[in-house]
Nanobody, 123 residues
Framework: QVQLVESGGGLVQAGGSLRLSCAASGLAFSSYDTMGWFRQAPGKEREFVATVTWNGNTYYADSVKGRFTISRDNVKNTVYLQMNSLKPEDTALYYC????????????????WGQGTQVTVSS
């Protein structure tokens, strides 16, 4: 099993910043696992945001490229999502997930998910 616990969400004005954290634990978790962030807005499908491999390679959705930064601390087993220049359309429930493969943007390639943390951006 893998347990993922997100934190850091909240309410912020457009143009502001937030940093999300995802603490990973469990016997099935490895610091070599690829990790990702997804988000889901009300009435919409869950969508890919960013992913990071064990050695720091990253990939982003076009909608967040240049504004969001994903990173990880393999000693603390924690993944971060630094979100800058936030827009109202970034409002969503943000999920951390563990990938069964490397470098995937497909939701179906992720097998463990956190409970989500809410991000709300006001205009």
């Amino acid at each position: 099993q893998v347990q993922l616990v997100e934190s850091g969400g909240g309410l912020v004005q457009a143009g502001g910043s937030l940093r999300l954290s995802c603490a990973a634990s469990g016997l099935a978790f490895s610091s070599y696992d690829t990790m990702g962030w997804f988000r889901q807005a009300p009435g919409k499908e869950r969508e890919f945001v960013a992913t990071v491999t064990w050695n720091g390679n990253t990939y982003y959705a076009d909608s967040v490229k240049g504004r969001f930064t994903i990173s990880r601390d393999n000693v603390k087993n924690t993944v971060y999502l630094q979100m800058n220049s936030l827009k109202p359309e970034d409002t969503a429930l943000y999920y951390c997930a563990r990938s069964r493969t490397s470098y995937s943007v497909r939701r179906t390639d992720y097998d463990y998910w956190g409970q989500g943390t809410q991000v709300t951006v006001s205009s």
